[in-house]
């Protein structure tokens, strides 16, 4: 049995449910985790969505609204990175991965498909929950500048004069990059540009400081709210996500700079 039956029956969202409910998808193979996990998010008030293979979790997310997904890398059917590609092909809640393999490319290519963050087994459950709930924090300000109230498929937009989003007004244009803090959208010579929260807030911070060498440590600190450790390769990858999205080339980007031993800036 890739799920848990009585989990899913008993959380799924109605009409009547408090919309300021957290749904949380957990996806790993070990059952001993995925219970370890509830008793946590349960206990802060999520709903838990509980399934040991890819396929019944793919299942859940057109069925359900979900807001955040903790993702393993091994599982029986589909491995963790092909379920976070799936996912990011419509929707955009965040995703953090969560395997027993410690090596970089696996952080790398995780977050190059489209995760938000990482974590390596054993961990500490209140670490994880920490990490969870600084995503969905980011997600919840994202979407409250946008005006949505669902993400992926289930997307809505709020009514003019529904809520006055912080920092009204933030517009940047950049040499045909435009940049709008107020519906948190983005578009290059008119072209959309789709970003997660994290890719978004990374590129609202070079914006803030445009022409300015930013540091990684800074970048991270700033975006995360965690400490930055040197070995850390997150914003890198998130940055390459962000160029490759704007079609930029690696070597010579146009826009988002590359300051050899410092970090990153936004050119006008």
């Not at 990175?81 to 090596?103: D, G, H, N, Q, S």
Request: aromatic fraction near 10%; glycine fraction near 6%.
């Amino acid at each position: 049995m890739c799920y848990d039956k009585k989990r899913v029956r008993n959380v799924r969202r109605d009409k009547t449910t408090d919309m300021d409910t957290w749904n949380i998808l957990i996806v790993d193979d070990e059952k001993e985790i995925t219970d370890l996990l509830e008793v946590y998010l349960s206990s802060e008030g999520y709903r838990v969505f509980k399934f040991y293979c890819g396929q019944d979790a793919l299942d859940c997310i057109e069925r359900e609204h979900i807001d955040l997904a903790i993702l393993d890398v091994m599982l029986p059917d589909v491995d963790g990175f092909t379920l976070c590609r799936k996912i990011r092909e419509k929707y955009f809640f965040p995703v953090i991965m969560l395997t027993a393999k410690i090596e970089e490319t696996d952080k790398i290519n995780g977050i190059m498909l489209g995760a938000d963050d990482y974590i390596t087994k054993p961990f500490q459950p209140l670490e994880l929950l920490a990490r969870v709930k600084g995503q969905l924090r980011r997600a919840k300000q994202y979407n409250q500048a946008a005006g949505v109230t669902q993400t992926g498929d289930h997307a809505t937009t709020s009514e003019p004069g529904e809520s006055e989003p912080e920092n009204s007004g933030e517009i940047y244009d950049i040499r045909g990059l435009e940049v709008n803090v107020n519906t948190h959208t983005c578009s290059l010579y008119g072209e959309n540009l789709e970003f997660t929260p994290i890719e978004f807030e990374i590129l609202r911070y070079l914006c803030q400081h445009l022409n300015e060498a930013v540091t990684s440590e800074e970048l991270f600190e700033s975006v995360w709210k965690e400490k930055y450790y040197d070995s850390n390769n997150t914003v890198f990858v998130h940055i390459s996500r962000i160029r490759e999205k704007m079609h930029e080339n690696s070597r010579k980007p146009k826009f988002i700079k590359t300051v050899w031993g410092i970090g990153y800036k936004l050119e006008e």
